[in-house]
C-alpha cells in the first residue's frame, strides 16, 4: 500500500471516529450536564495533547488560541447541549452545514470574492434543513443550536486560516481554552461534578482521547499527505458515519422527507467542495 492511500484510509478512520462521538455524546449527556461533559472530555485531551505537541507550543500563539478556543467552545458547547434535543443524525448533518457557512466568513474576514454558487450551495442547505427539520418553518430547539454551533465551526476554520503561520502547537492552545472556558461555565452555571455512571465517563474517556488528541494527532500527521480537497471530500463522510451508527445503536431512523433533506445538505457540501477542487 502507498503511503498517499495508507494516509487516506487513516484519515477516513479518524472521521469514522468522529462520526461515533455522535451517539456516544447523546447517551452521555442524557443525565449528566453537558458543559461539564464537555469540559471533562477537553480537560483529557489538553492533557494528552500538551504530551504530544510540547515542543511545538509557542507562547506567542497563546492569544490567537484563546479566540480559536472560544469559537470551539462556542461550537461544541451549542452542539452538545443541541443534542439534548435533538436526534444523533439531525446533530451531525446540520453540524456539517459549516462547510456551506466558511466562504461567507471567509468573506468577512478576508474580503474574498462570494460566486453564484455559494448562494446555491446555501439555499440547497437551508432546504435540507428545512426537511430534515420536520418540515417546519420553526426550526426546534436542539436544531436551532446546532445552526449557531455549525456557525461557530466555521469562524473556527476561517480564523485557524487567519493564525496559520503560528503552528501546530496552536491546536493544544484551542483544545486548552476550550477546556479553561467550559470549566468556568459549568462551575458556574452547572456545578462541576464526576460522573458516577459508567456510560459517561466512558463516553467522555472516548471522546477526549480517541476523537479529540488521537484523531487531532492523526489528522496533523497525514493530512499533509493527502490533496486538501480529498480530505475535505473524506471529512463529510462523517454525518454519514455518525447516521449509521445512531441508527445500529439508537434506532435514530429519519423520516423519508429527512433522508432528503439529509442528503442535500450533503449535496450542498459536496458542491462546496467541487468548487473547491476546481481552485485546489
Given at each position: 500500500?502507498?503511503?498517499r492511500?495508507?494516509?487516506?484510509?487513516?484519515?477516513?478512520?479518524?472521521?469514522?471516529?468522529?462520526?461515533?462521538?455522535?451517539?456516544?455524546?447523546?447517551?452521555?449527556?442524557?443525565?449528566?450536564?453537558?458543559?461539564?461533559?464537555?469540559?471533562?472530555r477537553?480537560?483529557?485531551?489538553?492533557?494528552?495533547?500538551f504530551?504530544a505537541l510540547?515542543?511545538?507550543?509557542?507562547k506567542?500563539?497563546?492569544?490567537?488560541?484563546?479566540?480559536?478556543?472560544?469559537?470551539?467552545?462556542?461550537?461544541?458547547?451549542?452542539?452538545i447541549?443541541?443534542?439534548?434535543?435533538?436526534?444523533?443524525?439531525?446533530?451531525?448533518?446540520?453540524?456539517?452545514?459549516?462547510v456551506?457557512?466558511?466562504?461567507f466568513?471567509a468573506?468577512?474576514?478576508?474580503?474574498?470574492?462570494?460566486?453564484?454558487?455559494?448562494?446555491f450551495?446555501l439555499?440547497l442547505?437551508?432546504?435540507?434543513?428545512?426537511?430534515?427539520?420536520?418540515?417546519e418553518?420553526?426550526?426546534?430547539?436542539?436544531d436551532?443550536?446546532?445552526?449557531?454551533?455549525a456557525?461557530?465551526?466555521?469562524?473556527?476554520?476561517?480564523?485557524?486560516?487567519?493564525?496559520?503561520?503560528l503552528?501546530?502547537?496552536?491546536?493544544?492552545?484551542?483544545?486548552?481554552?476550550?477546556?479553561?472556558?467550559?470549566t468556568?461555565?459549568?462551575?458556574i452555571?452547572?456545578?462541576?461534578?464526576?460522573?458516577s455512571?459508567?456510560?459517561?465517563?466512558?463516553?467522555?474517556?472516548?471522546?477526549?482521547?480517541?476523537?479529540?488528541?488521537l484523531?487531532?494527532?492523526?489528522?496533523?500527521?497525514y493530512?499533509?499527505k493527502?490533496?486538501?480537497?480529498?480530505?475535505?471530500?473524506?471529512?463529510?463522510?462523517?454525518?454519514?458515519?455518525?447516521?449509521?451508527?445512531?441508527?445500529?445503536?439508537?434506532?435514530?431512523?429519519?423520516?423519508?422527507?429527512?433522508?432528503?433533506?439529509?442528503?442535500?445538505?450533503?449535496?450542498?457540501?459536496?458542491?462546496?467542495?467541487?468548487?473547491?477542487?476546481?481552485?485546489?
Open positions: 500500500m502507498n503511503e492511500r495508507k494516509a487516506e484510509l487513516v484519515l477516513l478512520g479518524a472521521t469514522f471516529i468522529w462520526g461515533s462521538t455522535f451517539p456516544v455524546m447523546k447517551i452521555g449527556v442524557e443525565d449528566f450536564p453537558p458543559i461539564t461533559f464537555i469540559a471533562l477537553f480537560g483529557i485531551a489538553s492533557f494528552v495533547l504530551l510540547r515542543k511545538h507550543i509557542r506567542d500563539a497563546l492569544f490567537p488560541g484563546l479566540i480559536l478556543g472560544f469559537t470551539l467552545f462556542l461550537g461544541h458547547g451549542f452542539q447541549v443541541g443534542l439534548k434535543y435533538t436526534t444523533p443524525s439531525n446533530s451531525a448533518f446540520i453540524t456539517s452545514l459549516y456551506v457557512f466558511t466562504p466568513i468573506f468577512l474576514f478576508f474580503r474574498k470574492g462570494l460566486k453564484m454558487f455559494d448562494a450551495s439555499s442547505a437551508v432546504i435540507g434543513l428545512y426537511l430534515i427539520s420536520n418540515a418553518l420553526r426550526l426546534n430547539y436542539g436551532a443550536l446546532t445552526v449557531v454551533a456557525l461557530s465551526f466555521a469562524f473556527q476554520i476561517v480564523l485557524v486560516e487567519y493564525f496559520g503561520n503552528g501546530v502547537g496552536l491546536a493544544f492552545w484551542q483544545i486548552f481554552w476550550n477546556f479553561i472556558l467550559s468556568v461555565y459549568a462551575g452555571f452547572e456545578g462541576i461534578s464526576l460522573p455512571d459508567p456510560k459517561v465517563l466512558g463516553g467522555i474517556i472516548y471522546t477526549g482521547i480517541f476523537a479529540t488528541a484523531s487531532f494527532t492523526l489528522q496533523v500527521k493530512q499533509p493527502v490533496e486538501s480537497y480529498k480530505a475535505a471530500i473524506i471529512y463529510s463522510s462523517e454525518p454519514i458515519f455518525a447516521h449509521l451508527l445512531a441508527l445500529a445503536f439508537l434506532n435514530d431512523r429519519l423520516p423519508p422527507k429527512g433522508y432528503l433533506g439529509a442528503f442535500l445538505i450533503l449535496l450542498a457540501v459536496w458542491l462546496e467542495l467541487y468548487q473547491e477542487r476546481k481552485n485546489y
